[in-house]
């Protein structure tokens, strides 16, 4: 009898996580079957993946490429879908063991939320998901009795210093952060620079959206969020410190005073592994750290003054309700108007801040509240940033 191999959707099977996903299944395709793969609009890249990998489903997002997926695929016998109420119907297929949800933004939400309540594990890489809903999510998660394995490599670095560990037990935990490119600039030096300069991440590579959230902090910001839900934890029990080499992934510190730390290089097939094959630890030939290549590890206090993104982020959680969906939300405008050459970058701070002011506050939010928040929201921002 062969081995039982794991059954994965991949949501996002084109972006940056998605295509190391399937780098990882490809090297071990012995643990896993694909079964459903989903792109919004790189329909060519998603065709190729299709046929190497021959999921059961596929769904495109932007139905201007269905026609163009479902004929390249229509020989290989595969379902082809388009939208996202396909996505959110699919995730939901009986014989998925696991969905990695590597969609970028607020798109997470709905399917992760159906694929929970069909009691799919979750591999979860869309930060977003848990940032605008994280109350609804984790009770989602509990009554359905499934398990959420963080993708982010500092919360994979948090669930591995964890694994055997007492939560209740937890001091404090300690997010590691880059700096990204702006590291140690001024407000003055912030005010001119581009979009070319803020894709610069020193350390890591990723999509445009999360490096643009990485330079103003506010990937930092949308990470202490999710922690807070994943592990349960209280926004002072939420720290933040710079770490330029990326080494350290994260710490948690005990209440006994010890800590632990997760090492390794900046390489994000690593977590992506570990949470596709959680609670087993596969070989990989990853490149290996050697401590005598990086002889001098430092650490930095954030400066929040200058990039304030990662302190309204602070605001936005401790507040609670739907704070975090507007965060989210103004954002996700926000950078996309940036990456677009409209706007300039301490114009993202600035709207998420007039967002956070004058959007109604809602303390128990329903799931019907968190979609029109963020519609709200959305069309605040827009208005903001052109003052229409």
């Not at 643990?31 to 990998?53: P, R």
């Not at 709207?351 to 968190?370: G, H, K, L, N, Q």
């Not at 928040?373 to 003052?387: N, V």
């Amino acid at each position: 009898m062969g081995i039982l191999k794991k059954h994965i959707a991949i949501l996002g099977s084109t972006g940056s996580i998605g295509t190391q996903a399937l780098d990882v299944v490809r090297a071990h395709h012995d643990k896993f079957k694909i079964d459903v793969l989903s792109a919004e609009n790189n329909a060519e890249l998603l065709i190729s993946q299709c046929l190497e990998f021959l999921p059961e489903t596929v769904v495109i997002g932007n139905a201007e490429h269905f026609e163009k997926v479902k004929s390249a695929l229509e020989p290989a016998n595969i379902k082809v879908f388009c939208g996202k109420e396909a996505l959110a119907d699919v995730v939901q297929t009986e014989r998925i063991d696991l969905v990695l949800t590597a969609m970028v933004g607020y798109s997470g939400l709905l399917p992760t939320l159906k694929a929970i309540a069909a009691g799919k594990d979750i591999a979860l890489a869309n930060k977003e998901t848990l940032v605008v809903a994280g109350e609804l999510i984790t009770h989602a998660a509990k009554i359905s009795k499934v398990n959420i394995y963080p993708v982010d490599s500092e919360h994979s670095a948090i669930f591995q210093c964890l694994a055997g560990e007492d939560y209740s037990k937890i001091e404090k935990i300690i997010l590691t952060a880059s700096g990204g490119p702006f590291r140690g600039k001024s407000l003055d030096f912030l005010k001119t620079v581009t979009k070319r300069d803020a894709l610069k991440h020193p350390n890591w590579n990723m999509g445009a959206k999360i490096t643009i959230d990485s330079a103003s902090l506010m990937n930092k910001g949308l990470e202490v969020i999710e922690a807070k839900w994943l592990f349960g934890l209280e926004s002072s029990q939420i720290e933040v410190i710079v770490h330029p080499q990326s080494i350290i992934h994260s710490l948690v510190q005990f209440t006994d005073g010890s800590m632990k730390a997760q090492m390794g290089l900046p390489d994000m097939k690593l977590p992506i592994q570990y949470a596709l094959s959680y609670p087993e630890r596969l070989n990989s030939d990853f490149p290996r750290f050697n401590f005598l290549d990086y002889p001098n590890l430092t650490f930095e206090k954030p400066d929040m003054e200058t990039f304030r993104n990662l302190k309204l982020a602070y605001e936005a959680m401790e507040k609670g309700g739907n704070m975090a969906c507007i965060l989210n939300a103004a954002n996700e405008i926000a950078v996309q108007e940036f990456l677009a050459d409209k706007i300039n970058f301490l114009d993202i701070p600035d709207v998420v801040e007039d967002c956070m002011a004058s959007i109604p506050y809602i303390c128990r939010p329903t799931y019907e509240d968190f979609v029109q928040t963020d519609i709200e929201t959305r069309q605040l921002a827009k208005r903001k940033l052109y003052k229409v």
